[in-house]
C-alpha cells in the first residue's frame, strides 16, 4: 500500500526534532541511525534510582548546537555535570555512547588568588586530562591547554603539576581591541558621567575611530594621550590602566594564536591578584571572539563557576551581552554553551535562552524565584517542586528542556519534554574528579 502522506509527514517532523533535540532517550538512540544521531553521550538516567533499562537513560545530543544552564550550592554536582558534557563532547569513546567527531571546547575560570595562592584550586575542568581509575583502559582528554595572566607565575605551577596539560602566557593582538572593550577596560561606565578627564579620553577614541573608519588602532593611543593636558594623578591612572591592558598584548607578534584542535580543551583562568572580576571578563569577552572566529568545526564554551566573575561590573555585562549573541546565533557559529554557577540571579537573561536547565540542591527562596520565570511550573505545584529541590542528593538534578524526546507515547508520537522537569541521576565521571567533597572520618 501508498505511504499516507499525512504519516510521511509526521516522520519527516520527528527526524528533525530528534536531530535539534539536546537531550535525547536511550530509545530513542537505539531507534535512530548514525546519520540521525552521529555523535550522542551518556548523561545519566531518568528517575533517581539506578535503573538500566534503555529507555531510563538520557543522552546528550553533542552534534546539534545547544545551551545549557546548570546551577546548584556547592557540593550538589554541578560541576561533576558540566564534566559529563564536556566528556561527551571531547572523548570519542563508545563506553559513552556513539563516538562521532570530537569537538573543541573553551572554558572560563577566575577564583580569588592571594599572592601566595592559598587556598585556590585550579578549574576542575583540568583534571579531564587526569585518567581515572576506575576506567584503566580509557584514554582522558589528550591535551588541555590553560592561559594564564603573565603576572602570577604561581597559578602555573599549580596546572603544570596535573598530567596532558601545557600552560601558556595568555596574549591578544592588539587588533582584536574595539573601542567598547577599551571603555571597558579603563573602568569608564558610558551611562553615567564621570571625570572630566575621562570626557578627553573619549574624544580621543574618538578620534581614533573618525581617523581610521571607524576601526580603533591602538598604536595610536598613546601617542595620542601624551599630547593631552592630563595632570600627573589623571595621567597616572590612565597608565596603571593601559599598562595591565598591555600586559596581555601580543605587542610584538611573538604569541602563536591558540589552536582548538577537536578533543582538546583550552582553559582561559584569569585568577591573579592584579586582575579583578570586571577585567577578567572583558578579557574572556576577548577570547570568545577569538574562539568564535576560529576554524574550529565544532565548538563549546564552558562558563566554570561563573558566580565568581559574573558580576554586576561593566565587564561581566559586556560578557553576558556576547553570550547573549553567542547563544542566539548558535546554530551560526556551530557552537554548545554551558553556564554552571551557584547564583542564577545574576544570569536570568541567559537563562531565557538556554535549551536545557539543570537544578541542582538549593534551598534559596531568591534561587526559586529567579528560575521559575523561565521554567513552566503551575503555581499549585511550586512546594512540591521547591520541596524536591531541597531533598535533591549530590549528583540528582531536576532538567527541564522543552525540546528534549524522552521517548514515544503509546500511539507513536514523540514524548517530549515541554511542561515538565525530569529527576535525573548523572552518571559516573570516566576521568579524575578533582572536586569530590573533603570529609572527615
Partial sequence: MPRDRTQETRESEDEFDVRHAPLVSGDIVDQSSNDLLPQSGFLGTQGSGEMEVSRSKIFVNSNAPFSTFICGVQGSGKSHTTACFLENAILSSPVLGRAGKPLSALVFSYGEYSSVGSGFSVSEVAFLGSPNSAFPKLTPVRKINVLVSATNPGIRRLY??????????????????????ILTFMNVHTDKEGPLYMAQFNNVLREIATECDGRFDYRMLKPKLKACRFDFRQMKFLQMRLNLLESFLDLNNAYPDPQYRPGEITIIDMSCPFVDASTACTLFKLGLQRYLQSQAPGKMVVLDEAHKYMLNVPGAKALNESLLTTIRLQRHYGTRVIVSTQEPTLLTSLIALCSVVIVHRFTSPEWFAALKKHIIIPQEDEKDVIRAIEQLRTGTALVYSSNAVLGRNGDGTLDKGAGRLVVMKMRKRITFDGGQSILCE
Fill in 160 to 181: 603544570e603539576r596535573l598530567p596532558n596539560v601545557t600552560v601558556t602566557a595568555f596574549k591578544l593582538k592588539p587588533w582584536l581591541l574595539d573601542i567598547g572593550t
